[in-house]
């Protein structure tokens, strides 16, 4: 069960103490050195600022910024807490992972928003560092701030990480909303320590469903993200209890609530909030891919992972850093 968020001024990152060994500048990949407000780098200059708890290594303000104000309106939505265990079912079918995994592994948890999945890695016994570039980072520390986790803003492509720092690094229904999924994927393996997991979830390109709401999306994405939620207050109840009413009518009620559907795509979640949150992150994001196993083997594949497996929800794919570079076998 989790507490309630602790004031940002009573956040006290984990490990705090290995944090600057584990730290490279995202600029020029050389040390930085911790001060009182952030960290810096003695060899170009760059400065990394902690700002309202949160080190920044990237402009706050970026084009994932609708990720921030979602997370910052749902920001406990999704958390599992006593007799509910949906995002800990959805972490282990989309990636394979168990308890035994994480436990006592040092993790990183890319794009990882309020915390849902760090949430779920650290009660299995995870350190976990989360990372993700909007300000979403800020609610994931406060939601878990009693927990073995720190968050930064950064980029997953220019990560401020030494290389081969994590036992397993994991990434669900994040890397699709980046310009150039398949460079992010591939911009991963090298935090891996040998013998390290990378597992990611990414969007599913082996159906068609979404054609309408990508279209939408060249408008939505556009707007405000306040505007937006405020639209989808009304249209998602509307659309889901057309759904419903449909499927009752005889014979014609399902093939037309399934056009519906198809046309006019929102969340059909059982929880009503959920339903929101869900269909505003289909239509918000400027960025947002759909992939095959096909295409994601051969990115695993050519970062040199092995022992690749898949999830039980399309598209999850987990691979294994080998215990030796192929020059040192």
Known sequence: MLSGPAPIDQLIPFPAADLPSLLRCPQCRAALAGQ??????????GRFPNVRGIVRFVDESNYADSFGYQ???FDRTQLDHAGRSLSEQDFTQKTGLQPKDLKGKLVLDVGCGMGRFAE?????????IGVDLSAAAEVAAQNLADRDFVAFQADVFTLPFAPETFDCIYSMGVLHHTPDCEKAVKA????LKPGGTLAVWLYSGYNRWYRFSDQYRKITHRMSPRALHRFFRVAVP???????GLRVVPVIGKPAAGVVHHVFPVNRHPDAEVRVLDTLDWYSPK????HTYEQVFRWFEGCGLEALTIGQIPVGVRG???LKSPLAQ
């Not at 991963?188 to 935090?191: A, D, S, V």
């Not at 509307?238 to 419903?244: E, G, K, N, Q, S």
């Open 36 to 45: 009182d407000k952030g960290y810096a780098c003695s060899a170009c200059g």
């Open 71 to 73: 997370w910052r309106r």
């Open 120 to 128: 779920v890695a650290t009660r299995w016994g995870a350190r976990v």
């Open 188 to 191: 991963l393996p090298q935090y």
């Open 238 to 244: 509307f659309f889901y209890w057309l759904d419903r």
């Open 287 to 290: 960025y947002q891919s759909k």
């Open 320 to 322: 294994r850093k080998p």
